[in-house]
C-alpha cells in the first residue's frame, strides 16, 4: 500500500484517534484478537472521528434516509493484539470524492517513547441514499468531513 | 433449572436439532468457545426449528411487520466445547402463552453411543408488533408451532 | 429475580459502573441491540471492574494459570438498545463463595433526572485452576474482591 | 483487483464452496450483513476446504504448534446480503508460496440459472510456528494444498 501513502505533513494535519480495549470478546483460541475483529475496532474510530465532525449516523440516516457504506476494504495484519491491551485507533481521510471517501487507519500500541503498528487499512466507503442506491454524499456532510 | 425440565416423552415428540460447527471466530484466548456465542448458536437452531415449522422469519416480518423478541435468557454452562469440535443443538418448546413462548434448547457433542451435555439454556420469546409492542401471536404462527 | 434482588444499601455500597457505546457492530437487522451483545457489555463491565480492583486478567493468568468462567447466566431484556446510544452498565457483587461469585449486572440509559432499564443480569463466575478444574478463589484474589 | 484474476480453467480445477446461512447475528441495523462478518464466513470456508484436504487446525496446532495466520485481506463489497439469505463462499488457491499462501474468495448468491456476487476478497495466510515466527509451510501440509 506505499505508493498511496499519504505524506506525513497531511497525517499530522487530519489525524484522529481513539482508544479500544481488547476484552476477552475480541480473541480467539489463537490468544490474540481474531482479524475480522480489527474491523469492528476500524469503524469505531470511524464513527467517533464522524461524531466528532458533527455526523450522528442514527440522526443523519433518520433524516435523509442515506448512509455511508464500506465497499472495499484491504487490510493488513502486523503484529498481534492480546487480552487487556489497550490500542490506539486512527482515522485519517486520505481522499474525498463526490460518492466516496477513502480513509486510512492504524492500529497501534502506544507508550511514552515509542508505538507499534499491529494493523493498517485503507477503507473506501461509499454513499448510499434512502433507496439504497449509490449517490453524492450531501454537501453539509461534506463540509463536515475535514 | 430441574424442577421445570419437562419429562422425557414430551422431549422426544417436539425434539428438533441443529448441527453447529466450532470456528475461529466462536473461541477466546481461553481456547474455548465464548460464553455470548452460545446464545449465537441457539438462536441459529431457533430460526431452523421455526423454518422447519413453515416459519420464515424476514418473509414473517415483510408481512406482518411482527416479530419474535427474546425477553428473558437463563443459560448454564458445564462444560467447554473447542475449535473444530460438532455441536448439536437442540430446540423444545415447552411451554405456548399467547404472547409468549418458553423453549428449551441444550448444546451438546454427540457420539454413537453417547452424549456430552455443555450448556443449556430456556429462552422466553415474546412476539411484538409492527409498533414494536408486545402482542398476541398472530393464529397461523400458532397454528405452526408444534 | 426479585427475591435474590440484594438491599439497597448493599447496591450503593459495592456498585461499579462502566459506560458501553453501541456501535453498528453491536445491532441487528430488527435496528437493535442483539441479545447475545449483551453478554459481551456485561463482560467489559465485569473486566473493568476486575481491573479497578487490582486484578489483571491476564497477568493472573500468566502468573496462577487460573481463570474466573462464567457458569451462569440468567438475563432479562426489558427495552432495547439502538445505534449511538450510549449506555451505562453495572456490576455488583451480590455472592461471594469459597469457588465462585455471583453478580448482578444492569445496562441502563441515564441522563440528568432519571435513568432507564434496559437489561439485567445476573452472572455466576466460578473459579477453574490450571488444569480446568473448579477450585478455589486464591485468597489474594478473595481479598481484592470487594 | 482484475490483473490478478486466475483463468477460468484454474478456477474450475481447485474451486471448493461452502453453503453459509445468514442469521440475525450477522445482520446490522442497516438490515444487511455485518462488513466484519464476510471475514468469517471467509474464514468458515476456507477451514472447510483445509478440512476436506485433510487438514485439522486444532489437531494440526496440538502436534506441530505452528498454525497459518492471515497477514493480509482486501476485500470488496458489491451487493448486500439478507436475513435468511443462503450463500455460497468459495475458496480458490491462487499462490503457493514456501511461507504462505494466497485465497481468492467470494461470497455468492445461486440459483438454478444466475449467481449474484455479493463480496470478494484475495487473503494471504502466512504460516507460523510454534514460537509465533514466520516460517516454511511443513512439507506434508504443503502437499495436501492442491
Redesign the interface.
Known sequence: MNSATPPDAFLVASHFSWPV?V???D??????V????Y??FF??AR?EWL?ASGI????MHTQTGG?F??????????K?A???DELMVTCTLIERGRASVMICQQALITSSDHAVLLSEARIRAGWVNAL?KPARIPQDIQNKLI
Do not use: P
Not at 480473541?27 to 490474540?32: K, L
Not at 450522528?56 to 440522526?59: I, K
Open positions: 480495549r476484552y476477552w470478546e480473541t480467539d483460541a489463537g490468544g490474540v481474531y482479524y475480522a475483529n474491523l469492528k469503524e469505531r464513527t461524531r450522528h449516523q442514527q440522526a448512509m457504506v464500506v465497499s472495499e476494504a484491504h487490510v493488513r495484519y502486523l498481534s492480546h487480552l487487556d439504497g
